[in-house]
């Protein structure tokens, strides 16, 4: 019986743990995970809701320098992959690939998207809008004092309980909606790397 008690007074205890965290130190833990994602790699889904123009979806790899973006708009598949000196974009209504030099000092879209992960609460307020028994969902509002015209003027972050990662980050500004979801941690340099033999049929493009 002492040996249950004990077991069931650490399950309130760590339960009791978890409801003693502030919107802030739950925020703050997660940007300590979201670390992982350079030296293990990670993927996750870009969707970007443009008025007139609908929602144009993208899936990004990235490991360290090299990334690779699967986007699906009008029809057609545009895959790129780049390695900050080199960038492939196969476009699959053309059968074609196109080879040009990479700018080494211009960021991806994924890394200027994942950047919005980053000091979430500067600038903002944030409160808990709701709380499951797998994430928190919180609603950060941009502070008075915060001057910065291109912040969004509110974004909706899910942080999952399990392992504190981000589920999805939904922003407006100007009338564009972007949302980060999906996020995964781990994987290997094969999965950003460009193959030619993967596209045998494909006629290549040199720009460089």
């Not at 001057?147 to 509110?154: G, H, V, W, Y």
């Not at 407006?172 to 340099?189: C, H, N, P, Q, Y």
Request: overall charge negative; glycine content about 4%; proline content about 3%.
């Amino acid at each position: 019986m002492k040996k249950i008690f004990t077991c069931v007074l650490a399950a309130l205890l760590a339960a009791a743990a978890l409801w003693a965290q502030t919107p802030e130190e739950i925020i703050a833990r997660m940007e300590k995970e979201t670390a992982r994602f350079d030296p293990e790699g990670f993927s996750m889904v870009m969707e970007i809701k443009i008025p007139i123009l609908g929602t144009m979806g993208t899936t990004a790899y990235i490991f360290g320098d090299k990334y690779k973006m699967i986007t699906n708009a009008m029809g057609a598949t545009i895959t790129q992959w780049s390695d900050k000196t080199t960038t492939w974009e196969y476009d699959s209504s053309k059968d074609e690939i196109t080879v040009s030099n990479a700018n080494p000092t211009q960021e991806s879209q994924a890394d200027s998207n994942v950047e919005m992960l980053k000091g979430v609460t500067n600038g903002y307020d944030v409160r808990l809008q709701k709380e499951t028994d797998t994430a928190w969902h919180f609603r950060c509002t941009k502070s008075r004092t915060n001057t910065n015209k291109d912040d969004p003027r509110t974004m909706e972050l899910v942080v999952a309980k399990s392992s504190y990662l981000p589920v999805s980050l939904k922003a407006s500004t100007k009338g564009v909606t972007v949302t980060l979801r999906d996020f995964a941690v781990g994987i290997g340099e094969e999965e950003v790397t460009f193959r030619a033999s993967d596209y045998p049929t494909a006629t290549i493009v040199d720009k460089r």
